[in-house]
C-alpha cells in the first residue's frame, strides 16, 4: 500500500488559517513538504482556504454571483497562494510545478474539461505538479473549481488509485460534538450512513466535508481515499511514512 502512486490534496483548511484572511500557516505546509519528500506524490492538489474562499465569499456577498469580470481578482489571489505553496515544497526538495487550473481547465455543460498534455508530459519527467481549487471560465461565465473535484478528475485521468486528502479534522466524524470518527467507510455499500456529513465550519464556498465525500462517488470502485488531519504530524508519518490509516479510509 505505501508504494502505491497516489495523489494528495493539501486542505485550505491546512495550509491557511481559515479564520484569518490571507494568512498561511506556514509551519503546517512546510512540515507537509517535508513528509512528501519522503513519499513523493504523483500530482499534488490545494485548496483555496483564506485566500480563494475569501476573496470568492465576498463577491458572492456584495453581488449574489460571478462573472467573467471576476476571474483576474480570483486568479490573482490563488496564484499567491500557489507561489508561496511551491516555494515551500522546493525547499524541501520537491521538484514541484505550478499548473494554475484556470489556464488549462474550463466548464462546458457541466462537463469539466482540462488539456492535459503537457501535464502528462510533466509526470512523465518525474516532475509534480501543483494544481489548485481555482475559478474557470464556463458556459455561462465563470464557476468555482473546487480542489476536491480536481482530485477526482486527475485520479481518473492518471488512472490512480490512491487518494490523500489532508484537512484540518481527524477523519470523517460520525458524531461531531463527540468528535468520534469512522476509521472504514464503503461508499457502494449501501448501509453506509452519510447523513452525518455537514458542510464547513470556516468560511467555505465549496460545501467541506459533505462535498468532498460526495466527489469520491465518481470514483472508479478499488479506490482507496485517505482522510487525514494534515495538522498533526503522528498523522503524517503515519500516512506518508508507515503507508497506514491514520483518519478514515473510505473505499469507493
Ligand atoms: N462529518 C464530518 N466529519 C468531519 N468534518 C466535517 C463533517 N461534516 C462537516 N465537516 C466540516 O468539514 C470541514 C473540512 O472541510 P473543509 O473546511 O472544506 O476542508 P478542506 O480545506 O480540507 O477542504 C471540517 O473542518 C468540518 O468543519
Ligand atoms: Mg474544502
Known amino acids: 500500500m505505501n508504494n502505491m502512486e497516489y495523489i494528495v490534496k493539501l486542505g485550505g483548511s491546512v495550509i491557511t488559517e481559515k479564520d484569518k484572511a490571507m494568512k498561511i500557516n506556514y509551519d503546517s505546509l512546510c512540515r507537509i513538504g517535508s513528509y512528501l519528500r519522503k513519499n513523493m506524490p504523483k500530482i499534488i492538489v490545494h485548496g483555496g482556504g483564506s485566500y480563494g474562499h475569501y476573496i470568492v465569499h465576498g463577491i458572492l456577498e456584495k453581488k449574489k454571483r460571478l462573472d467573467y469580470t471576476d476571474l483576474p481578482l480570483i486568479s490573482y489571489v490563488m496564484d499567491t497562494l500557489n ?12 521538484p514541484v510545478v505550478s499548473f494554475p487550473p484556470h489556464s488549462i481547465c474550463s466548464i462546458k455543460n457541466n462537463e469539466l474539461e482540462c488539456e492535459t498534455g503537457t501535464l502528462k508530459r510533466i509526470v512523465e519527467k518525474g516532475l509534480i505538479p501543483v494544481l489548485y481549487g481555482d475559478a474557470v471560465v464556463s458556459t455561462g461565465g465563470i464557476e468555482i473549481l473546487s480542489g476536491d473535484t ?36 464503503n461508499l457502494r455499500d449501501p448501509r453506509s450512513q452519510l447523513a452525518f456529513l455537514r458542510e464547513s465550519n470556516n468560511i467555505d464556498v465549496t460545501g467541506g466535508m459533505r462535498a468532498k465525500i460526495e466527489s469520491l462517488k465518481n470514483l472508479p470502485s478499488g479506490t482507496l481515499v485517505y482522510i487525514v488531519n494534515g495538522r498533526k504530524e503522528s498523522h503524517l508519518s503515519k500516512v506518508f511514512v508507515e503507508g497506514e490509516n491514520p483518519g478514515t479510509l473510505i473505499e469507493t
Not at 477526482?152 to 487518494?163: D, H, I, N, Q, T
Open 150 to 185: 480536481l482530485m477526482v478528475f486527475l485520479a481518473r485521468e492518471y488512472g490512480l488509485r490512491k487518494l490523500v486528502f489532508l484537512t484540518d479534522v481527524d477523519g470523517v466524524y460520525v458524531n461531531m460534538d463527540k468528535k468520534t470518527i469512522i476509521k472504514h467507510l
Open 83 to 94: 507561489r508561496e505553496v511551491i516555494k515551500c515544497l522546493q525547499d524541501y526538495g520537491l
